[in-house]
């Protein structure tokens, strides 16, 4: 296996020693990324949210710090990832407001509609089936409520040789943005906007779940 694969398996699935330190590694290094990404959308201080993916747990510790009458979940089905980002949200999980679970995107625990805001920062490309995990992700949001998709690997034309050998390294989900909105679209979210930060080859994909009744 060569040692691009051995780390994108450990970006996919953080295991064992290196895995864990991997995790807190992301926390530090998609700062910027998630930073970037939860600014494209607005958060009510109220947000009942899930990070999808949640690594080391900074994301869901960003999104604690901005829904403070809220609630936020953190799931990744690494346990782990788990570990780590239990340890980075502790104080947050004692006070109740927090919770961090072992947990695969294809068949979530959550009952339908249970969150106003969904977001995946770097995760989505390791879903197993995109399109049916995106049926899963769209069944626990909650009508009008928010889907945010936030990544580094997307078909653009700048990126698009990096971009590949990474995809050709170990089979990842590899969409352009008028894609993304398609698959979506196909779901059933509607309202997408899309954004880009090209010198960095970052894209943020927002979208909503749309109300009962309406086309």
């Not at 970006?11 to 970037?36: D, E, I, Q, V, Y």
């Not at 690494?78 to 980075?88: H, L, T």
């Not at 104080?91 to 072992?102: D, H, K, T």
């Not at 995106?134 to 690997?153: C, D, F, M, S, Y």
Request: charged residues 30%; aromatic residues 10%; positive net charge.
């Amino acid at each position: 296996m060569s040692l691009l694969k051995r780390i994108l398996c450990q970006c996919k699935k953080p295991s064992g020693r290196f895995g864990r330190f991997l995790a807190r590694g992301m926390n530090f290094g998609h700062s910027g990324l998630t930073k970037w990404g939860l600014g494209f959308i607005d958060i009510a201080r109220d947000s009942d949210a899930l990070d999808i993916g949640c690594g080391g747990g900074r994301t869901v510790e960003r999104l604690a710090g901005i829904a403070t009458d809220g609630k936020v979940v953190g799931i990744d089905y690494s346990p782990d990832a788990v570990v780590v980002a239990r340890k980075k949200n502790r104080a947050l999980i004692n006070e109740g407001r927090v919770e961090i679970f072992q947990e695969a995107v294809s068949s979530m625990r959550f009952s339908d509609g249970a969150f106003g805001l969904i977001t995946a920062f770097e995760s989505h490309y390791f879903w197993p089936n995109f399109r049916n995990d995106l049926k899963e992700v769209h069944r626990v949001t909650k009508p009008n409520g928010q889907l945010l998709i936030v990544g580094a690997v997307y078909k653009n034309k700048k990126y698009d040789r990096r971009n590949q050998r990474i995809v050709d390294a170990i089979g990842m989900t590899y969409l352009s943005i008028e894609e993304l909105r398609e698959v979506l679209e196909g779901v059933g979210y509607s309202e997408f906007d899309a954004l880009e930060k090209k010198n960095k080859g970052w894209f943020a994909v927002k979208c909503k779940k749309q109300k009962r009744g309406t086309a």
